[in-house]
């Protein structure tokens, strides 16, 4: 099969072929980069098209993640039990996750299509994601510990009206933080050592351009880092310094990742020219 011919949907059951929800994602996302074309070629509308969450219909896993928010939030309510928040931060890796694993899918039948170059040496492909990603992922998982450890350290001061202790929700919100980061490790560690998948200049820009894109795509870590903070489950009678000590970890995360992500959407705001379709 020839990668460089215009992506022509057919039986989304037939092996090799992007469906039409693809192929029109893909004319968006390329559209929206200067690259207008009216079918764009099979590699792009696999790759591209296969990471928005409705490229191939809205996935089962979706529907099981919204039905286990709501009802999570429901029974956490209901019974006074510890660990709402955390049990929030776990269903977000999780969709996360799922989310990776499904894109991953495509990703392997546009290996098989393509072929694949090596992987980038690790400092290429980390000045590809980006160093402000890479910094606020250390400044948000380190940092996050960092909180975790003294929180635990100050608990015996915290004014608690439960019927738990504090150090079980703090310990759970705690572990939520490790699934984030254990989350954010799976997406950053294949992105960072994925093989090139490009038959050409103009596909090896686009590959430049999802390895950049993923990681805030896949792995948005701040969120973590506003649901996992153990800080904010205790009343505010804490110590002042512990929860000025978290707005601030709060601030520097989120700033950081957002920064991070305009810089993204700049560096790769119009595509070059070359061939992306017809």
């Known amino acids: 099969m020839d990668v ?23 004319r968006v996302w390329l559209g929206r980069r200067g690259a207008v074309v009216w079918l764009p070629t099979r590699l792009l509308a696999l790759r591209v098209g296969g990471r928005s969450l409705t490229g191939r219909g ?16 429901g029974i956490f309510h209901a019974t006074d039990l510890p660990g709402s928040v955390a049990a929030e931060a776990a269903l977000i890796a999780l969709f996360f996750v799922l989310r990776w694993r499904s894109v991953q899918n495509r990703e392997q039948l546009a290996e098989r299509l393509a072929g694949t170059g090596a992987p980038l040496p690790f400092r290429v492909a980390a000045k ?4 402000w990603y890479l910094v606020s ?19 015996p001061q915290f004014t608690w009206k439960r019927w738990y202790p504090p150090f079980v929700e703090v310990g759970l919100h705690t572990f939520a933080l490790a699934l984030g980061a254990g ?4 997406v950053l560690g294949r992105v960072l050592r994925a093989p090139v998948i490009a038959e050409d200049e103009t596909s090896q820009r686009v590959d430049d351009l999802l390895r950049a894109e ?3 795509r896949f792995a948005p870590r701040a969120v973590y880092a506003v649901l996992a903070v153990p800080v904010f489950v205790v009343d505010w009678a804490t110590p002042g310094w512990l929860g000025w000590l978290a707005s601030a970890y709060l601030v520097v ?6 920064t991070g992500w305009l810089i993204t959407r700049r560096r790769y705001r119009h595509l070059p020219p070359g061939y992306y379709g017809r």
């Open 4 to 26: 460089r011919e215009p992506a022509l949907p057919v039986d989304p059951r037939l092996p090799g072929e992007p469906t039409l929800l693809e192929v029109g994602r893909t």
């Open 58 to 73: 809205i996935p089962t896993f979706v529907v099981v993640m919204v039905v286990l928010w709501w009802s999570t939030k």
């Open 128 to 131: 590809r994601v980006g160093w």
């Open 137 to 155: 992922t250390a400044v948000t998982f380190l940092g996050g510990a960092a909180l975790c450890a003294a929180t635990f350290l100050t608990e």
């Open 183 to 186: 989350a954010t490790a799976l």
């Open 214 to 216: 993923d990681p805030y």
């Open 253 to 258: 995360a989120i700033g950081l990742q957002l």
